[in-house]
C-alpha cells in the first residue's frame, strides 16, 4: 500500500462529484449519443482499421492489440463445453468463442495463454475457440509459454511434456511465440533450475530451428540483474522478442528497475529486440481509476476512455510489437478495438502529462499493487486473495476506506466496505484464514508481502466490524 494521509485522501474523494461533472460539462458534449460517461463510444466498431507492426525477423504483421487469455468470462452452470477457471467456476466457452471470432473480424490477429492460467485450461479453451471461429492457421498468431513453476516441473523431461501438451490443447503442431515464462523472480539460481542447467533452453533453440517453435524469448517479473544477463547474453540465445510490464504509472520507477517501464523498454529497444507489453493497465486498476482521476483525464479529453490512455501511452512505444489485455467482456474488447483502429499516437506533451501529473495522482491513493494475475492461487488454505485485495481497492477507489469514526462518510463507507466484502468473497475464503504460510509468496510477479497485505487488510475489517476504528 502507499503512504497517503487518509483525511487528505477523503478530502480527495469528496469532491468527487462536483469534480467530475464540472469535467463532464468542461468537454464536447454527448449530442450524438454515440460516447458514454467513461468516454466508450457505442457506435459501429471499425473493422478494416486495426494498426500493426512488424515483426522484423518474419515481416509478418501482428495487430497492435493482443488478446490476452488469462482473465476469461466464467459462468457457475459448466456443461461439456465449459472448462474449470481458476475461482473453481467453469470458463464460458461459448462466450469466449465468439469473442474470439469477434476480435478475428476486427483485426486482432495476436492471442497470448500459458499452461498456468484458468487452472490448466487457458490453452484448451483457446484452441477449441479458434477452431470454431472459421479462420486459418496462417491468420493469427499464438502465443504461450513454458511455465515450469514448481520443482516438480523443473526436468528436462517435465518441460518437454509441457511443451508437446500445449501443440495438442491449441490444435496445432507449431507455436508462432514460446516464452520462457516470468523469469527474474527467484534470481539466477531459478533460472538455472528451470531452463539452463537441465538443458531445455537448448532444446527449445532446436525447435525453433526445427520450426516447431517460430519466435522464442521470455517474460519478465523481479531481479533486474537476471533480465539483464538474458540481455546481455543475447548474442547466443538470439531473443527474437521480450514480453515486459510496462505502463505510465511505472514508467519512471526509481526505486525498482525491474518494475520501470522506461529501463526494461530502453534495453530492448537498443538491441532492436520487439517488446510485447503485458499488463497495460496494471491488471486492470488503470481502467478502475477513483472518479477524481476519471475527472481528471476528462478535463484533458472528453471522448476518451480511461482504459484507452493507457492503451494509447504504451502503443506510441514505437519498438511495441503488440499491446496484451485480458478482455473479459465484449465491451472491453470493443472499446480496446477502437482506442488501436487505427492508434491516435499520444504527443510528447500528453505521455509526459501521463508519466508525471497523472502518476502521481493516481500512486497517492493507498490501493494495493495486486494486478489480479492469480498466479498466487490456488491458495493451500482456500484464501481467494486476488478477491479480497481485489475489493479493497475497490473501496479504496470509491471512498470507502475511512480514516476514523469521525470521518464524515464513516457509517457509509464503513457498511459499503463490510457488505461488500462478504458479496465479494466468502467468508472462509477471507484474510482471517490466512495463517501466513508465505506458500504465495514466491509467486507473485509483483514481489509483495502478501500475508503481511492480508493481515493488515484484516485489521482494517475487524477494527470496522468492532466500531474501533
Known amino acids: 500500500m502507499k503512504n497517503i494521509d487518509r483525511r487528505d485522501f ?24 454515440k460516447i458514454d460517461y467513461m468516454g466508450h463510444h457505442t457506435g459501429e466498431v471499425p473493422k478494416d482499421k486495426m494498426t500493426y507492426r512488424v515483426n522484423p525477423k518474419t515481416n509478418e504483421k501482428v495487430s497492435l492489440l493482443g488478446y490476452g487469455w488469462m482473465r476469461l468470462p466464467t459462468t457457475k452452470n459448466g456443461s461439456a463445453r465449459t472448462q ?34 484458468c487452472r490448466g485450461k487457458s490453452e484448451e479453451s483457446l484452441g477449441i475457440a479458434l477452431e470454431k471461429s472459421g479462420y486459418r492457421r496462417d491468420q493469427y498468431f499464438i502465443a ?21 501438451n500445449s501443440l495438442k490443447y491449441l490444435k496445432t503442431d507449431y507455436v508462432d511465440y514460446l516464452l520462457l515464462h516470468s523469469i527474474g523472480g527467484g534470481g539466477m539460481h531459478n533460472l538455472h533450475q528451470r531452463y539452463l542447467d537441465n538443458g531445455l533452453l537448448a532444446w527449445l533453440m532446436e525447435q525453433r530451428q526445427a520450426g516447431r517453435i517460430r519466435n522464442l524469448g521470455f517474460s519478465f517479473h523481479g531481479d533486474v540483474a537476471v533480465y539483464d544477463w538474458m540481455l546481455d547474453h543475447h548474442d547466443e540465445y538470439e531473443w527474437d522478442f521480450v514480453q515486459i510490464q510496462a505502463n505510465y504509472c511505472d514508467w ?17 529497444e537498443e538491441l532492436e529486440i520487439p ?10 486498476r488503470l481502467s478502475k481509476v477513483p472518479d477524481h482521476v476519471v475527472a481528471h483525464l476528462k478535463q484533458r479529453d472528453p471522448e476518451s476512455s480511461v482504459a484507452s490512455w493507457a492503451f494509447r501511452y504504451i502503443g506510441s512505444k514505437t519498438n511495441v510489437l503488440t499491446v496484451l489485455s485480458g478482455m473479459t467482456y465484449m465491451e472491453h474488447l470493443e472499446d480496446n478495438i477502437r482506442t488501436y483502429s487505427p492508434l491516435k499516437p499520444l504527443s510528447e506533451d500528453e505521455q509526459k502529462w501521463l508519466e508525471g501529473e497523472t502518476a502521481t495522482l493516481i500512486n497517492s491513493y493507498p490501493t494495493i ?5 492469480k498466479y498466487c492461487m490456488p491458495c493451500p488454505y ?4 486476488p478477491a479480497i485485495f481485489v475489493h479493497y481497492n475497490k473501496c479504496v477507489n470509491k471512498g470507502n476506506v475511512p480514516e476514523s ?33 508465505r506458500a504465495c509468496v514466491p509467486h507473485c510477479p509483483q514481489q509483495l508481502d502478501i500475508p503481511r497485505l492480508l493481515a493488515r487488510v484484516d485489521e482494517f475489517v475487524e477494527k470496522l466490524k468492532q466500531n474501533k476504528l
Open 405 to 437: 469514526q469521525q470521518a464524515e462518510n464513516y457509517q457509509r463507507a464503513r457498511r459499503a466496505f463490510l457488505v461488500g466484502y462478504d458479496r465479494s468473497v466468502p467468508k472462509l475464503r477471507q484474510a482471517n484464514h490466512c495463517i501466513q504460510c
Open 275 to 284: 517488446a510485447v507489453i503485458m499488463e497495460p493497465l496494471l491488471g486492470g
Open 144 to 164: 504461450t509459454k513454458l511455465s515450469n513453476f514448481s520443482p516438480q516441473q523443473y526436468s528436462f523431461e517435465a518441460g518437454k511434456e509441457m511443451f508437446e
Open 382 to 385: 482456500g484464501l481467494d486473495i
Open 252 to 268: 519512471h520507477n526509481d526505486k525498482d528497475k525491474g518494475r520501470s517501464g522506461e529501463y526494461l523498454y530502453n534495453r530492448l
Open 369 to 373: 499493487d495486486c494486478n489480479d494475475c
Open 84 to 117: 474449470e477457471n481458476a475461482n473453481g467456476d467453469s470458463i464460458d466457452q461459448e462466450q469466449v468463442n465468439r469473442l474470439c471470432k469477434y476480435a478475428l473480424d476486427h483485426g486482432v490477429n495476436y492471442f497470448d495463454t500459458s499452461p498456468a492460467y
Open 10 to 33: 477523503l478530502k480527495v474523494t469528496g469532491t468527487v462529484a462536483a469534480t467530475t461533472a464540472l469535467a463532464a460539462c468542461g468537454g464536447s458534449a454527448d449530442t450524438d449519443g
